[in-house]
Structures are given as structure tokens and as C-alpha cells.
């Protein structure tokens, strides 16, 4: 069975700092995807960052990268130069086509 | 760029009511997916179809079930709507085959008195 686990409820960075959110999953799959996904209040998806598990190295999308630990089983979003815009909720994600998510990480944004 | 598309936005139904969510993917997009998002919850996978047949079942209760048509816009029909049933209906969909990223749609929020 396919878990993805966020062991941080809640995040707060400084705005124009760096914070990390944690996901570790576990799956049976070989070929599979690893993704982030942001949910601002007004609750849309909004796909951050994708990452083949196939591939080593990280993804990187503008201020938004990964540390995908393939071994460990781990795969964390690092955001860079925090904005106000980036306070919403995220989540990681599993899956080679449909997707299990985990619990999700509030992020706060502190001017 | 087109994204994927979901009517209506919001639906209020009574109990024992049936709702019918509707889902355009994305140009070019075969395969469709339905989530369930209850508050402060996770979405959960319903089901998925790819090509107009359904490819994957997750936990969709007995009394909903769904299709996807020739032109592979898919339909989330409910019946004998209960108060658990008001969440957040996302669809998503991707193009198998192609970079196998999921675009979800704005959601359809159904809230059932």
C-alpha cells in the first residue's frame, strides 16, 4: 500500500527566508512520481514541483527545489526567498497515476 | 492555457437527493480523475479513467458512480446524498504518456442539509 506521511502540521517562515517541508512515503512501485502541491485559501490545486523517481537529480522550479532521497524514502520542498504568496497549504504526493496525498503542511508567511 | 474545468462551483442538495458534477480535462488530456477533499482533510482518490474506461477504483461508495464520454469530459453522479458526502469534488486529468502531470480543476464544493 502507498503512504505519504507530513510530519509537520504547521510551518511559519520570516518572508524573503528559506523553509523546508518534510514527506517521507512508502510505496511498492518502481516507476512512480513525486509531487508538491500548494491549496491557497481559495482551496484550487496548484501544482508546484513534479519529481521522476526515475531520475536523481532534484527538480527545481524558480525559488521552489526538492531533496528527494530516493533510498530514505524521502522527498522535501525547499522555498527560497518566502513571499507573501506562498502562505497556503501543502501537500506531497505519490503516485504513477493516480495519487495518494499526505496530510498537508500549513504554511504561514510572516512579513 | 486551457485548464481543466468543473460545473457547477458550488451545489447545495438536501439528503436522500442525487447530484450530477460535471469535469472538462484539458485538451488533449485521456485520462480523468476524481478526488474527494473533506474539511481539513486530505483528498481521497474515487476513481479514474483513462480512454473512457475506468482504469482505477479507490474509495468511491456504492452510490456514486461516474463515466467518461467520447468527447472525455466525465460526470460524478451521487445519489441518496448524505451529510458526509459534503466535501470538495476535484477532477483532474493528465495525458498518459506524455509528462503524467496531474492538473486538478477548481473544484466543485457540495454541501448537503
Known amino acids: 500500500a502507498q503512504t505519504v506521511t507530513q510530519s509537520q502540521p504547521e510551518m511559519s517562515v520570516q518572508e524573503a527566508e528559506t523553509v523546508t517541508l518534510s514527506c517521507t512515503y512508502d510505496t511498492s512501485e518502481s516507476d512512480y512520481y513525486l509531487f508538491w502541491y500548494k491549496q491557497p485559501p481559495s482551496r484550487q490545486m496548484i501544482l508546484v514541483i513534479r519529481?521522476?523517481?526515475?531520475?536523481?537529480q532534484n527538480a527545481t522550479e524558480n525559488r521552489f527545489s526538492v531533496n528527494f532521497q530516493k533510498a530514505a524514502k524521502s522527498f522535501s520542498l525547499k522555498i527560497s526567498d518566502s513571499q507573501l504568496g506562498d502562505a497556503a497549504m501543502y501537500f506531497c504526493a505519490q503516485g504513477a497515476q493516480k495519487l495518494v496525498f499526505g496530510q498537508g503542511t500549513r504554511l504561514t508567511i510572516n512579513p | 492555457a486551457a485548464g481543466v474545468i468543473q460545473s457547477p462551483r458550488h451545489l447545495i442538495k438536501e439528503k436522500r437527493e442525487t447530484a450530477t458534477l460535471k469535469c472538462y480535462p484539458i485538451?488533449?488530456?485521456?485520462?480523468v480523475y476524481w478526488y474527494q477533499q473533506g474539511p481539513g482533510q486530505d483528498p481521497q482518490f474515487l476513481i479514474s479513467f483513462y480512454e473512457k474506461m475506468q482504469s482505477d477504483k479507490g474509495s468511491i461508495p456504492d452510490r456514486f458512480s461516474a463515466q467518461q464520454f467520447s468527447d472525455y469530459h466525465s460526470e460524478l453522479n451521487m445519489s441518496s446524498l448524505e451529510l458526509g458526502d459534503s466535501a470538495l469534488y476535484f477532477c483532474?486529468?493528465?495525458?498518459?504518456?506524455?509528462?503524467?502531470?496531474?492538473?486538478f480543476g477548481s473544484g466543485t464544493q457540495l454541501s448537503v442539509l
Open positions: 483532474a486529468s493528465s495525458r498518459r504518456g506524455g509528462d503524467e502531470k496531474l492538473f
Open positions: 485538451p488533449r488530456h485521456d485520462t
Open positions: 519529481q521522476e523517481a526515475y531520475k536523481q
